[in-house]
C-alpha cells in the first residue's frame, strides 16, 4: 500500500516490456506501486510504437492478428504478474489487469468464455479480468467471481453501473467456495474535459464534476460493502497545464480505495502531491454542485452516457487499430 494506515494503493495505468525490466521493479522496490492496469489503447501503444515486440512477432508471423495480440500481451501480463507475485503472496495487492476482447461488450457468453480462457492462459492467480460495466459485462462479472476469478470492473461513469458491478460481484461470491478480491474502474478527468469548458462559460467552476461524481459513486461503493471489493480511480492523468499534475490524484486520495494512474502522473504524486485522506465527501457538497451544473443547462445523465458510449468505442476503435496493424 501506498498510504498504509488509510489502505491507499496506487497502481500504474500502463504496460511496455522494457518498462517492466526496469522502471516498473524500481517503482515496486521503493514501495510506491503495489499493482498495474492495462487496456486495448495501453496495448496499442506499446505494441505498435515499441521495439522491444518486434522479435516476438515476427516469431507469431503465422497466427491470425488475434492470436498474435494475445501472445504478446499475455507475455507482458505474466511478466508483470510474476514481477509483483511477492507483493501479492504477502497480501499487499500484486494485481495486474488485463481487459476482455472489448468487441464482445454487449456479448455475456462471449465475455464469459474469453474471460475464463485468458486467466487459464496466463496462468497467475494474481490476474484481474477487466469486464467492461455493461448489462452483458454484469453478467459476466457475477459468472468469473463465482469462479474464484479476481475481476476488475470497468468504464464506470455512474452510480447505478458501480452498484450494478457491486451487486454481481456479491452474488457471484454467494455461488463460490472462495472470495476473490475486485476492483470497480470509477472514470474520473474524461468527465471534466467533456463539460469543463461550457461550465467556465455559464461561472461554474471546473475541474469538480468528475470528482464529485467519483466521490458520490466511491459513497455508494463503500455503503454498499461487498466484500473484498475496492473503488478503484481511473483516467486520473492532467492533460494540459490547468491542474496540476497530480490533481486526480490528491483530490481522491480515500482509505480503501485504488488510484490507477500513468506513471507520470504517480511520480508527480510522489514528489509534490498532497498525501491527505480527502473522501468521504459529504453528499451536501456534491449534491450542490451537481444543482449548480443542471442550472447551468447541461444535462450531467446525458454526459454519462455519452462518455460510456465514447470509451467502449474508444477501446473497441484501439482493438481494430492493433489487429489491422498485426494481419
Not at 499493482?35 to 512477432?57: D, R
Amino acid at each position: 500500500m501506498y498510504l498504509k494506515e488509510a489502505k491507499f494503493a496506487l497502481w500504474a495505468d500502463f504496460i511496455e516490456r522494457d518498462y517492466l525490466d526496469n522502471e516498473f521493479k524500481e517503482l515496486i522496490e521503493k514501495g510506491i506501486i503495489n499493482g498495474a492496469t492495462s487496456n486495448p489503447a495501453i496495448f496499442k501503444n506499446a505494441i505498435l510504437t515499441s521495439p522491444a515486440y518486434k522479435e516476438q512477432l515476427a516469431e507469431l508471423s503465422a497466427l491470425d492478428a488475434k492470436s498474435k495480440y494475445e501472445a504478446v500481451a499475455i507475455f507482458d501480463i505474466q511478466k508483470a504478474a510474476d514481477i509483483l507475485r511477492p507483493l501479492y503472496d504477502a497480501g499487499d495487492d500484486g494485481y495486474v489487469s488485463i481487459e476482455v476482447d472489448p468487441m464482445l461488450c454487449d456479448d455475456a457468453e462471449g465475455t464469459i468464455e474469453e474471460g475464463r480462457r485468458l486467466h487459464q492462459s496466463i496462468g497467475r492467480p494474481n490476474v484481474m479480468i477487466k469486464v467492461p460495466a455493461t448489462e452483458a459485462g454484469y453478467v459476466a462479472m457475477k459468472a468469473l467471481v463465482a469462479d474464484g476469478i479476481a475481476v476488475n470492473a470497468t468504464l464506470i461513469f455512474s452510480k447505478v453501473q458501480a452498484l450494478a458491478c457491486a451487486n454481481a460481484f456479491e452474488s457471484g461470491q454467494k455461488e463460490s467456495d472462495t472470495v476473490v478480491d475486485t476492483v470497480i474502474s470509477v472514470f474520473v478527468s474524461r468527465i471534466d474535459r467533456a463539460i469543463d469548458a461550457e461550465l467556465v462559460a455559464k461561472g461554474v467552476a471546473p475541474a469538480l464534476a468528475g470528482n464529485y461524481n467519483a466521490a458520490a459513486i466511491y459513497n455508494a461503493i463503500e455503503a454498499k460493502g461487498v466484500t473484498r471489493c475496492r473503488t478503484l480511480f481511473a483516467s486520473t492523468g492532467v492533460k494540459g497545464d490547468e491542474l496540476r499534475p497530480s490533481y486526480y490524484i490528491d483530490e481522491l486520495l480515500a482509505a480503501h480505495s485504488v488510484n490507477t494512474a500513468p506513471i507520470e502522473t504517480i511520480a508527480a504524486f510522489v514528489k509534490g502531491g498532497d498525501k491527505t485522506v480527502k473522501l468521504p465527501l459529504n453528499e451536501q457538497i456534491i449534491n450542490a454542485h451537481f444543482e449548480k451544473i443542471k442550472a447551468a443547462g447541461i444535462d450531467f445523465d446525458a454526459v454519462v452516457h455519452k462518455q460510456i458510449a465514447d470509451g467502449l468505442e474508444a477501446f473497441k476503435e484501439a482493438f481494430r487499430e492493433i489487429l489491422s496493424e498485426l494481419e
